[in-house]
């Protein structure tokens, strides 16, 4: 850092975000040609994009000399309709990683807390730290969310809680019973943010019905997102649903114009795509199936996932992607989680799994 200017110390102890690596990075220094490598580093959709969000971009006119519509009124109404909830319901943001950063800096400042669990998502407690907030951390032994741990560490100075629910990047999931009991039990001037980035890839039985629960407490956000199972994440969409007074504020803490058109258009079509979501689900059950047995007859254990991702024990994470990386497979170590020995592996079409499999 440039020592001539000073830096607030929760900024200067910022840790960089660590993104997985672009398959372009890889083919530039490994010299594999694009096409060769597979990436299962960021938890993407190994079938592209939704087609009939490429089918709505491809039909749309876009005047990209106009700036886009900064309420993203048209989007907002489809998924105001899609949930079942008044329009003002809604804050879209540039993928659901911004609506976790406009949700945090509405509420924290320093001298306020913030709550969640050892493993939770970099980029939230990234967003946390950015603002000079404390953190309280309940430790997870198991990697599963201790609801209870959570409900203890609520201080008088917690004005936000952090829940993603599956994980990321842990893969468990938290009963939707206990969550429910947890948000009766959180003191009602707390915000809970429930991050359902995942959502799709959860089996009915373990979904709670989270919208309903927005209904009944003001003091909860949910999020979800376009990137993962509608294969949207180079457009960068996501979006809240928590009661007026408090999307209100979101809205007004938000930046303008953060949210193309093309996102929006494509966002509008993506959500129709039910056949493509029951594909991609369908594939990611298969794929994990592959390979978690894969991965446990070769001796790595894997912690029990119910997302489009696992989590598997190897010996030296870093070490272990970067041999992978000279047979063109790019997966992501979680060092930076405090997980030296491990490694996050997407699951990817049943040919890239087998190339993995293979590889190993
Ligand atoms: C738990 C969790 N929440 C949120 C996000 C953010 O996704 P996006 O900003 O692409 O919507 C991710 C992305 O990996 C995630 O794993």
Redesign the pocket.
């Known amino acids: 850092m440039n020592s001539l200017i000073s830096y607030p110390a929760h900024v200067a102890a910022l840790k960089p975000y660590v993104p997985g690596l672009p398959i372009s990075a890889v083919a530039a220094r490994s010299g594999i040609a694009q096409d060769r490598i597979v990436k299962l580093a ?2 993407e959709n190994p079938l592209g994009a939704s087609p009939k969000a490429l089918d709505a971009l491809s039909r749309a006119a876009i005047d990209l000399s106009r700036y886009p519509d900064s309420d993203c009124a048209a989007l907002s109404d489809a998924i105001a309709e899609f949930h079942g909830v008044p329009r003002d319901w809604i804050v879209v ?6 609506v ?1 950063g406009n949700l945090v800096s509405t509420l924290l400042q320093p001298g306020r807390s913030t709550v969640y669990s050892q493993y939770s ?1 970099q ?2 407690v990234n967003a946390a730290q950015k603002l000079g907030a404390s953190s309280m951390v309940v430790p997870s032994p198991d990697f599963s969310v201790d609801l209870d741990g959570l409900a203890d560490a609520i201080q008088p100075s917690t004005a936000l809680v952090y829940i ?1 629910n ?3 990047p842990t893969g468990t999931v938290v009963e939707p019973g206990a969550l429910k009991a947890f948000l009766e039990r959180v003191p009602a001037h707390v915000v809970v943010l429930l ?1 359902e ?2 959502f799709e890839f959860m089996p009915a039985a373990l979904r709670g019905d989270s919208i309903a629960w927005v209904r009944e407490h003001p003091n909860l956000v949910v ?1 979800r ?4 199972a509608y294969g949207l ?1 180079g457009l ?3 979006y809240g649903i928590a009661q007026s007074g408090l999307a209100d504020v979101m809205r007004r803490v938000r930046s303008p114009f953060t949210i193309s058109d093309a996102a929006q258009v494509a966002a509008i079509a993506a959500l129709e795509d039910v056949e493509f979501i029951e594909r991609t689900v369908a594939m990611t059950n298969e794929g994990r199936k592959a390979l978690t047995s894969g991965l446990s007859e070769k001796g790595y254990r894997c912690v029990e996932s119910h997302t489009n991702f696992v989590l598997a024990a190897v010996d030296g994470g870093a070490a272990f992607a970067s041999k992978l990386e000279k047979h063109g497979l790019i997966v992501r170590p979680v060092t930076s989680y405090g997980l030296a020995d491990w490694v996050r592996v997407s699951i990817g079409t049943p040919a890239e799994i087998d190339r993995f499999l293979a590889a190993l």
């Open positions: 960021s938890n943001g540039a993928g659901s990683e911004s976790l998502f980029a939230f993603a599956p994980g990321n991050d980035a995942y999020t997102t376009f990137s993962k994440a960068r969409i996501g």
